[in-house]
């Protein structure tokens, strides 16, 4: 019996500072319903998804609580749960968390069809600064309004309905790391789901990047990381221009080959679609990353030894 | 002052196991001599430049020494050393080594324009394996021929004439495994060389895996960790029909965007340049891929604590 799954991605426009959630909200219903229209069980929203990109601003501590999710579900995204496990389409959705204790975090859930939370991934991987850039309308302050991430890179297994999926999720700035994906590969994962929100280009006017080049990494990261762990990904973006500031969009459903098979034409909201054949995996999993008779750990030693460059000596 | 060199890829056509080893080495030299025409300061050669892929042989012990160097330099390479000294060249090349001890390593050296050698590299991913596929006409017994590599991945500076980057190398497969470029970019990598003889599809006609699809695959390797260790690199094919088996060309200059600026347009002997401005690493060494600011190694346990996949409960 095949072991396929039809996974959307839905890319989402803009949201800007002054949108309303409930309006957001409805955004991600109606994703979430083209999605179910076409036959995925699995809609994979953005990094972040439920509110704008806030990290690009300074806010104050007691000003911030609008932006996070007090528990997930919660009465203000309970719609989207109830539709989706009315609809049996399970989701991926990137949310700023604030628990019972108060700890921030850049989250994501894996939620099955029927409504279960799977799995909880906290973005390890967190770009930007604590302090605001002096002098410069947008920042990235991630470091500043989230801890790292405290639960490593968990991987699960889907339920039997998707094919049974050997599932892990990242967010956004996580998707450049190899190591992330590597961690999720050494469980033998065959579906990485990722949404992100990355800038098209420096707000600010200071940099040389544009938004062909920042395109082309993000892509680039998703297909070879899927291609070396032998897993196909879903990589979702917030995009467009959210109150000056511009993200890239570059959707894109990677199959375990590295290639392309589904990709994002605009900017806006959008939904993208493609079955996921996970037997697709055990081509490289088994030969060229097959990692048991390949890998040889113990020249890896740095990787885990050191944070930062140690350059040699002369 | 510009921290540049012009570096040459050396991409080699096919050597018939019944070519002579006199003629293998005149085509690199004319190849060196080619490079050095153009500028270059530094030439890359592939994996294993002085005879054929003979891995792809079952070749009984006492009759493999004709495959392998007995020492770096030796009186069958001098005019190699010879010529590149005289051009004030410096180069990289592949060839399997035995050592005083009678050990054997698929090998690399990096050697300076006065022909000193500054590294020497071993193959640590090793494909294939040590016994034959029985009943198949062609081999990959390179896991039966060689050791694993023993020296780890070193980086180490190059001479000032070339602006002095920080430099390291690897060797084909190597190059698929991102533990590799990691390890090289914890030293500050900038320019990674990298020599590959790699199977443009099943020779003995079992794989459905086409040659666009491997040379894809290929690029999509060093494009991407390039690009997530911020360094130059220089991918370098022996390519075409070796007595029946195809290898793959596609011989690259990659800069550390991971954006490919030179590239081979055939599969036979054929030079690429390209000016490496190392000061081009810098942007991504000192942001994305700032290691000391965004690195979290205390998640990457799994890289260097297991060897194979372990797969979730469930």
């Known amino acids: 019996m095949p072991r396929s799954l039809r996974v959307a991605g839905a890319q989402m426009g803009p949201t800007q500072r002054n949108d309303s959630r409930a309006a957001t909200l409805d955004r991600l219903i109606a994703l979430l319903e083209q999605g ?15 509110t704008t990109f806030f990290p690009r601003w300074l806010i104050e501590q007691d000003a911030l609580d609008v932006y996070f999710e007090p528990a997930m579900p ?18 991926y959705v990137g949310y700023a968390e604030k628990t019972p204790e108060g700890r921030h975090f850049n989250s994501a859930v894996l939620v099955g069809p029927d409504g279960a939370i799977l799995s909880k991934y906290r973005k390890v991987h ?24 405290d639960l490593g890179f968990p991987a699960v297994r889907g339920p039997k309905s998707w094919g049974g999926p050997i599932t892990g999720m990242l967010i956004c700035n996580d998707r450049r790391w190899p190591e992330a994906w590597r961690v999720l590969g050494l469980q033998g994962v065959e579906l990485v789901c990722v949404g992100y929100n990355s800038a098209a280009y420096d707000p600010n006017g ?18 070879s990381n899927a291609y070396m762990n032998a897993t196909w990904a879903v990589a979702v973006a917030k995009a467009g221009e959210e109150d000056g500031a511009g993200l890239i969009g570059g959707s894109c459903i990677v199959d375990p080959n590295g290639r392309i098979v589904a990709e994002a034409a605009t900017l806006a909201d959008e939904v993208i679609v493609a079955d996921c054949d996970f037997d697709l995996c055990q081509q490289g999993k088994s030969k060229m990353f097959n990692f048991e008779a390949h890998r040889r750990p ?4 740095p990787i885990t030894a050191q944070t930062g460059v140690v350059e040699p000596a002369g």
Chains 1, 2 share one sequence.
Request: aromatic share 14%; glycine share 10%; hydrophobic share 40%.
């Open 36 to 50: 179910a229209a076409q036959g995925a069980g699995l809609v994979v929203f953005p990094e972040l998804a439920f």
């Open 74 to 91: 919660n009465p203000a995204v309970q719609p989207l749960f109830d539709r989706a496990r009315a609809l049996q389409v399970g989701f």
């Open 126 to 149: 967190l770009p930007g600064s604590v302090e605001p850039r002096a002098g410069e309308k947008y920042q990235q302050l991630e470091k500043r309004y989230f801890e790292y991430g």
């Open 206 to 223: 200071g940099d040389r990047e544009d938004a062909a080049l920042r395109t082309f990494h993000a892509k680039l990261a998703v297909q």
């Open 298 to 301: 113990q020249w890896y030693g």
